[in-house]
Each structure stands twice: as structure tokens, then as C-alpha cells.
């Protein structure tokens, strides 16, 4: 059982390493041209809307499932980053594309997360990623534990109660959304603008 918290704190502090203008590369799902994760994120967007500034919803745009983290660009050589895309292709090759059901919400204390449903397939993409990471850097950054597949559809803009926030999503009886993943994505990503944006890189198909 999810433990619901008692109050939301700022996401967009500046964590290690990051500063405005450094760009990052970064495994992601994202959910170009599906309509029905579009439509579950909207009306979740409506309805934390009463909320104002204190959250930022995401638009459908940057939705997406983090992944798997490689490196900054500066600190990650741009060819080991097109050989990981190689070993990607071979590996990703072997995981089947999947269908899951994303939502309801869950109150997080930096986000409202919806979770995804079945979530071994995603966890089987994301290990295969870091099996093609490490076929090219030896080493893979970032635990392999501690991952729950999960896409965010807004995030604590301060800190504060989260009485409010969990108020409303207890009113919510919101349709889960059915999505289709063939391909996992390959980004340069940055916040500089208390959003995760992103350039793609590479997309890469599932089996």
C-alpha cells in the first residue's frame, strides 16, 4: 500500500550536476500520437487546474516514462553514445512490443504519478538498455533497483500541504489509459525552464 503524503515539496531544485543550459542523455518512453494517454492526461490537467501555480502539469508533448540515464553531453563521448545505440537495436530487438494501462493517479510528494500496468514489460526495456550501455561503457550508471515504471502528469512547483492536491484526487473516477510501446527513445533532455524538454536522438523499435 502507497503511503499518501502529508506535504509536497519543490521538484525543480537544482540537483547535482544540473544547471541551466546542461543537457543530458537520457532513455525515455514517450507517448507521441497516443490519444488516450493525451486524453487521461488532459483531464487530469483539468482537474489539478483549481490548484493554480502550485503544480505544473505537464503537457502531452513531454509526457514520458523515464528510462535510464547515460551521462551529461560534455561528460559522455558523443560515439560511445551512438554505439550504445547500437547495442540498443540488438537488444531491444528480443523484448516484444507491449500493451499497458497507465493510471489512476498516485500521490507522490514531488509528483502525481500514474502507474503503469503490467510493469514487466517496461522494466524488461529498461534492461535491456542497461544491458547495451554496459556492452559499451562496461559500467552502467544509475541503480538497477528502486525503478517503478510511471508517468507524471504534473509536478509540486513549492513546498506546501498536500492535502489539497490529494483532496481532489480522491474525488477522480478517471478511465485508465490504454497505451501501445514499439520503441523506446533516446533524448537530450533539459530543465531549464522547470520542465523536462527534450531533443530526440534516436528512437530505437522494440521486437
Do not use: C
Request: proline share 7%; charged share 20%; hydrophobic share 45%.
Amino acid at each position: 500500500m502507497t503511503t499518501q503524503p502529508e506535504t509536497m515539496r519543490n521538484h525543480w531544485w537544482w540537483r547535482p550536476g544540473w544547471t541551466v543550459g546542461r543537457r543530458f542523455y537520457t532513455w525515455h518512453l514517450t507517448f507521441e500520437g497516443q490519444d488516450d494517454v493525451h486524453r487521461l492526461a488532459a483531464e487530469y490537467r483539468s482537474a489539478l487546474a483549481p490548484l493554480g501555480d502550485t503544480l505544473t502539469a505537464i503537457p502531452d508533448q513531454w509526457l514520458h516514462l523515464t528510462m535510464q540515464g547515460i551521462g551529461f553531453v560534455g561528460d559522455t563521448k558523443e560515439q560511445d553514445v551512438h554505439s550504445i545505440v547500437d547495442a540498443a537495436h540488438t537488444r531491444l530487438a528480443a523484448v516484444p512490443a507491449f500493451d499497458v494501462q497507465i493510471g489512476p493517479a498516485v500521490l507522490d510528494s514531488e509528483a502525481v504519478l500514474l502507474h503503469v500496468h503490467p510493469d514487466g514489460p517496461a522494466r524488461a526495456v529498461r534492461n535491456a538498455i542497461r544491458k547495451a550501455i554496459g556492452d559499451v561503457l562496461g559500467e552502467v550508471p544509475e541503480k538497477a533497483e528502486g525503478f517503478t515504471p510511471h508517468v507524471s502528469v504534473a509536478y509540486s512547483a513549492g513546498d506546501g500541504p498536500a492535502e489539497p492536491v490529494a483532496r481532489i484526487l480522491a474525488d477522480l473516477n478517471l478511465t485508465p489509459a490504454q497505451a501501445r510501446i514499439t520503441t523506446a527513445e533516446l533524448i537530450l533532455i533539459h530543465r531549464d525552464n522547470q520542465m523536462y524538454e527534450w531533443e530526440s536522438f534516436a528512437k530505437v523499435p522494440l521486437g
